[in-house]
């Protein structure tokens, strides 16, 4: 159950947009539509904000997209606000063993 | 309102056991698969296990596999988690979290995003 590969930081300024990236293989991201996002403050729980790839749970800002092409699913983020300043993992199905998996995870810093 | 309460945590030394509790309220507890997730000091968010809603299936990592065993109460509306045969490199929060959908399918419980979350509960092994 290898990790999924994120960026380790990416960073932007309040009003920009930026997107986060998360790669995978056909037997995870890239062959199911089972791709979440979770934004993380550190000592805090993680929070929810994206499923089935370009879901928006009730109560997450429509700021925060999600899409996926191949292998490699993008959480984007517009109008980027200080409070967005937190970690965040992908996540996906994997038929390695029916199976769970988080990527490495991103490190958003808002200049 | 939906709350994870996780309990059980704390010090133990290598080889020893522990037992994490994660208390459910405010849904309909035995309509949905549970996932435990740990994060080591200073790494990312790592899924460790999960298991149906009637408590009939369950999977795990690899890194635990054959030492660390789910299960679940529903008529007390807790998960459990017993950690056997620790080592340092289990050393870390431990979350409980709660599928986004009810499903009664063959692991139907796997391909959920997982919607709450509760606050973790430190394991630290050490001697």
């Known amino acids: 159950q290898s990790a999924l590969t994120q960026p380790a930081s990416v960073s932007g300024s309040p009003g920009q947009s930026i997107t986060i990236s998360c790669t995978g293989t056909?037997?995870?991201?890239?062959?199911?539509?089972?791709v979440s996002w979770y934004q993380h403050h550190p000592g805090k729980a993680p929070k929810f904000i994206m499923y089935?790839?370009?879901n928006r749970p009730s109560g997450v800002p429509d700021r925060f997209s999600g899409s996926k092409s191949g292998n490699t699913a993008s959480l984007t983020i517009s109008g980027l606000q200080s409070e967005d300043e937190a970690d965040y993992y992908c996540?996906?199905?994997?038929?390695?063993?029916?199976?769970?998996?988080f990527g490495t995870g991103t490190k958003v810093t808002v200049l | 309102e939906v709350q994870l309460l996780e309990s059980g945590g704390g010090l133990v030394q290598p080889g020893g056991s522990l037992r994490l509790s994660c208390a459910a309220s405010?849904?309909?507890?035995?309509?949905?698969?549970m996932h435990w997730v740990r994060q080591a000091p200073g790494k990312g968010l790592e899924w460790v296990s999960g298991?149906?809603?009637?408590?009939?299936?369950?999977y795990y990592a690899d890194s635990v596999k054959g030492r660390f065993a789910i299960s679940r109460d529903n008529s007390k509306n807790t998960l459990y988690l017993q950690l056997n045969s620790l080592r340092a490199e289990d050393t870390a929060v431990f979350y409980c979290?709660?599928?986004?959908?009810?499903?009664?399918?063959?692991?139907?419980?796997?391909?959920?995003?997982?919607?709450?979350w509760g606050q973790g509960t430190t394991v630290t092994v050490s001697s």
């Open positions: 979290a709660k599928t986004l959908k009810p499903c009664s399918g063959s692991n139907c419980y796997m391909r959920s995003g997982l919607d709450v």
């Open positions: 405010g849904f309909t507890f035995s309509s949905y698969g």
């Open positions: 298991i149906s809603g009637s408590g009939t299936s369950a």
């Open positions: 056909s037997s995870d991201v890239g062959g199911y539509n089972y």
């Open positions: 089935e790839v370009n």
């Open positions: 996540s996906s199905y994997t038929d390695r063993g029916a199976s769970y998996v």
